[in-house]
């Protein structure tokens, strides 16, 4: 084989392996299309001051205030469903949420289990305290998660 047809059969592989990733990275249940579709599903764990869950099913508190500006940025309709924390892991590691805020502890037994977004940036109050906080994100949704951390990155949310 000459030199040409050698640099022509490279060229020719190379170009089909680009073509073939143009939608990566992908979300292996299409939790963007779910979101815009039927709404943006977020598990609620009481956890204050950080996520609150009122006795009525409103939601409130940092990361609350952050999930819904993320939905809003979005166009898409959050719809909260509160419950227990492992209960609502349970259905993130299933991909039936797409978020879980509130609950989170750095000796979960969820740690390996789902995603995680990258540390927040939130405070319970002005001068209070800046732990490291996290949303819980369904496993094998690269495009979901990477859009969540993008947008936290992108406005100062994320550390």
Do not use: N
């Amino acid at each position: 084989m000459t030199r040409l047809a050698i640099a022509a059969a490279a060229a020719l592989a190379l170009l089909l392996g680009l073509t073939a990733c143009h939608d990566y990275p992908r979300d292996a249940d299409d939790m963007t299309a779910q979101a815009a579709g039927r709404g943006m599903r977020v598990g609620a764990s009481h956890d204050p001051p950080w996520l609150v869950v009122l006795p009525d099913g409103r939601v409130g508190g940092p990361e609350a205030e952050l999930l819904q500006r993320y939905a809003d940025a979005h166009g898409y309709r959050l719809i909260w469903l509160p419950g227990s924390h492992d209960a609502l892991m349970a259905e993130l590691e299933r991909a039936h949420l797409h978020a879980v805020a509130g609950g989170h502890h750095a000796d979960s037994p969820w740690q390996a289990k789902v995603g995680w977004s990258r540390p927040l940036v939130l405070r319970a109050s002005p001068d209070g305290p800046l732990p490291e906080r996290r949303i819980a994100l369904p496993p094998g949704q690269s495009a979901w998660h990477l859009a969540f951390d993008r947008y936290l990155a992108g406005r100062g949310d994320a550390q």
